[in-house]
Nanobody
Framework: QVQLVESGGGLVQAGDSLRLSCATS????????MGWFRQAPGKEREVVAA????????YCVDSVKGRFTISRDNAKNTVYLQMDSLKPEDTAVYYC????????????????????WGQGTQVTVSS
């Protein structure tokens, strides 16, 4: 069983930055594909970014490209989401997700692809 714990959310102003962290348990973190999702009030959960086990493959949804960066530190069993130039429309609960499945670009945006989920961290961006 893999446990995921997100941290780093908060209330910021438009244009500010935040870095979310997701600490995981488990001995095979480097083999897990990791993803960040978000869910805004009244909207469906959507993928924000994903990264392969060794970090060689990255994905960001178009709405955050150039502003958000996903990365991981396998020595620390942690994945990060650096969020710059935040906008009010980025306001959402952000979730970390993990799967032992190999990174597949056509699948990483699908919630079913992931086996484990964190509890979420709130990000609120004021205008």
């Amino acid at each position: 069983q893999v446990q995921l714990v997100e941290s780093g959310g908060g209330l910021v102003q438009a244009g500010d930055s935040l870095r979310l962290s997701c600490a995981t348990s488990g001995r095979t973190f480097s083999s897990y594909t990791m993803g960040w999702f978000r869910q805004a009030p009244g909207k469906e959960r959507e993928v924000v970014a994903a990264i392969s086990g060794r970090g060689s493959s990255l994905y960001c949804v178009d709405s955050v490209k150039g502003r958000f960066t996903i990365s991981r530190d396998n020595a620390k069993n942690t994945v990060y989401l650096q969020m710059d130039s935040l906008k009010p429309e980025d306001t959402a609960v952000y979730y970390c997700a993990a799967t032992s499945r190999t990174y597949v670009l056509a699948r990483i945006s699908e919630q079913w692809f992931y086996d484990y989920w964190g509890q979420g961290t709130q990000v609120t961006v004021s205008s």
